[in-house]
């Protein structure tokens, strides 16, 4: 991202349609909502990622030389579209969910307010970024979730799709919840713990087991994990684990951290056994990691048998969230300017649009919108979200009637004094000045962790969770039942 310009990392249409508002005198502010109709893995919630990436993105916007000879040579553009494109960077303002934070369907994730032309643009980097880098974060959070309390390490790189997907996959990972990343650039690019132990070819290059875990002992006396799993875990690799950890007791070098990877095989009942092998011969304190395959299923099956395992290293289910391998993201058109001083925090003067479906889930909500989060006052907990109209004020000192958009008989009233607001939706670029400071990796990780923390246990359930309600103002929904009953009387 750093050293390459990605201008046309955008789908062929978005220019052809920029032409076409170009020719047709077009340019118009609008507003574009970027959300996702439905949670990965049928989970309570989502985690948001890909911000940094997508400000990076924005800020390097440009087309170079090269790229308007290209799009020449295509012979679909005329001249003085590409003098337009010569010239061109971002000018509008950006609203973003900052990276780490709870999310959940249908509601704006990212807000773009711009010329048509620039709005039009940016949409498919936007969404690739955003989408990937949200699905592998939800994954990670639910495997983290699963391991109760357990490290969980990416180790996904090998079995990523391509080199950008393991890197900004990890990254998220970590975000997520992940301690740290087997993925050496990702963790030199992004300031995160690497990861490691050894592989099976390690002890096989040597005559023998109890060699290879005598050299490697040697070389890493400050953390030592030995994979044990490479010719027999319980009569040869434990054993032999167990030697050197008595080698080194008795010349007092015993390593900081130290234990025994699992890899194959029925890692319950191994690591009962091995545990047991383990305490008996008085390392009680040493820790037991397993990898092999594993998702939040199998880690969540593992610990209801009682498997004793204290750090999982997960890879390919994670990287590439092979359940769900997209997010489902999409980029709407909500709203277009009706006068020239309208703002991009304010919903007047701005003529709202909607998407209609024979698919209800698929019917847009319109306007120039903002996001609040509503929590118990009490407890901390996450009550509610609710899409309003830009500029919308609240007073939690009264009565708020929550209702759900599409079944309206559902209610709940939230009695004044009892909750509080936040507004998610935040500004990131004003009049194409970025004026948002990324927090680092790690610091987003302890956002996130402290924002899944107010969910309640309900809604993170792996299997069947409780859905959090995601609201619609009156107003928005006065303006959407008005435009739906004007489109569908027609």
């Given at each position: 991202m750093d050293n390459r310009n990605f201008t046309l990392l955008t789908d062929y249409y978005e220019l052809t349609m920029m032409q076409g508002y170009f020719k047709n005198s077009i340019d118009e502010h609008v507003v574009f909502d970027l959300f996702y109709r439905r949670n990965p893995d049928d989970g309570g919630f989502a985690i948001c990622a890909g911000l940094d990436h997508a400000i990076e993105y924005i800020k390097s916007l440009h087309f170079d030389?090269?790229?308007?000879?290209?799009?020449?040579?295509?012979?679909?553009?005329?001249?003085?579209?590409?003098?337009?494109?010569?010239?061109f960077h971002f000018t509008g303002d950006i609203y973003a969910i900052p990276e780490g934070s709870l999310?959940?369907?249908?509601?704006?994730?990212?807000?773009?307010?711009?010329?048509?032309?620039?709005?039009?643009?940016?949409?498919t980097a936007l969404l690739n970024l955003i989408n990937h880098q949200s699905l592998i974060a939800t994954k990670a959070a639910r495997v983290c979730y699963a391991a109760r309390g357990g490290a969980v390490m990416e180790f996904g790189l090998r079995r990523a799709q391509g080199p950008d997907a393991g890197t900004f996959g990890a990254r998220?990972?970590?975000?997520?919840?992940?301690?740290?990343?087997?993925?050496?650039?990702?963790?030199?690019?992004?300031?995160?713990?690497?990861?490691?132990?050894?592989?099976?070819?390690?002890?096989?290059?040597?005559?023998?087991?109890?060699?290879?875990?005598?050299?490697?002992?040697?070389?890493?006396?400050?953390?030592?994990?030995?994979?044990?799993?490479?010719?027999?875990?319980?009569?040869?690799?434990?054993?032999?684990?167990?030697?050197?950890?008595e080698e080194l007791r008795e010349k007092n070098k015993m390593p900081r951290?130290?234990?025994?990877?699992?890899?194959?095989?029925?890692?319950?009942?191994?690591?009962?056994?091995?545990?047991?092998?383990?305490?008996?011969?008085?390392?009680?304190?040493?820790?037991?990691?397993?990898?092999?395959?594993?998702?939040?299923?199998?880690?969540?099956?593992?610990?209801?048998?009682?498997?004793?395992?204290?750090?999982?290293?997960?890879?390919?289910?994670?990287?590439?969230?092979?359940?769900?391998?997209?997010?489902?993201?999409?980029?709407?058109?909500?709203?277009?300017?009706?006068?020239?001083?309208?703002?991009s925090d304010n919903a007047?003067?701005?003529?709202?649009?909607?998407?209609?479906?024979?698919?209800?889930?698929?019917?847009?909500?319109?306007?120039?919108?903002?996001?609040?989060?509503?929590?118990?006052?009490?407890?901390?907990?996450?009550?509610?979200?609710?899409?309003?109209?830009?500029?919308?004020?609240?007073?939690?000192?009264q009565d708020m009637m929550l209702f759900d958009p599409d079944?309206?008989?559902?209610?709940?009233?939230?009695?004044?004094?009892s909750y509080e607001m936040r507004e998610i939706l935040i500004p990131i670029f004003k009049n194409g000045q970025c004026v948002y400071e990324s927090p680092s990796v790690m610091e987003i990780q302890a956002y996130c962790k402290r924002e899944i923390d107010t969910l309640w246990d309900e809604s993170r359930r792996l299997v069947n969770p409780q859905s959090v309600y995601v609201d619609l103002s009156d107003k928005l929904y006065d303006m959407k039942s008005a435009l739906l009953e004007k489109y569908t009387q027609r």
């Open positions: 030389y090269d790229d308007i000879a290209y799009l020449r040579g295509l012979g679909d553009f005329d001249d003085d579209f590409l003098n337009y494109l010569a010239s999310i959940f369907p249908r509601e704006p994730l990212v807000k773009v307010v711009a010329p048509i032309m620039e709005a039009q643009l940016v949409e998220a990972a970590v975000i997520g919840g992940c301690v740290g990343t087997s993925n050496v650039i990702c963790a030199k690019e992004y300031d995160v713990p690497a990861l490691g132990t050894h592989a099976h070819s390690w002890i096989m290059s040597f005559p023998d087991e109890l060699t290879a875990f005598r050299k490697y002992a040697d070389l890493y006396p400050g953390n030592t994990t030995l994979l044990v799993d490479t010719y027999d875990t319980l009569r040869s690799g434990v054993p032999n684990a167990i030697k050197v950890f951290a130290y234990g025994i990877r699992l890899d194959s095989g029925d890692l319950a009942y191994l690591s009962k056994k091995a545990r047991k092998m383990l305490d008996d011969a008085g390392f009680t304190d040493a820790k037991i990691c397993a990898s092999s395959d594993l998702d939040e299923y199998l880690i969540d099956s593992l610990l209801a048998q009682g498997a004793r395992i204290d750090s999982w290293g997960v890879g390919t289910n994670l990287i590439t969230s092979k359940d769900t391998p997209a997010f489902g993201g999409v980029y709407k058109l909500s709203a277009i300017a009706t006068r020239d001083d309208v703002t007047d003067g701005w003529e709202p649009r909607i998407k209609l479906s024979e698919n209800p889930v698929k019917v847009t909500n319109p306007g120039n919108k903002t996001v609040f989060r509503i929590y118990d006052r009490e407890s901390g907990k996450l009550r509610a979200d609710l899409i309003a109209l830009a500029g919308e004020k609240f007073d939690t000192s079944a309206t008989w559902k209610k709940t009233r939230l009695e004044g004094g």
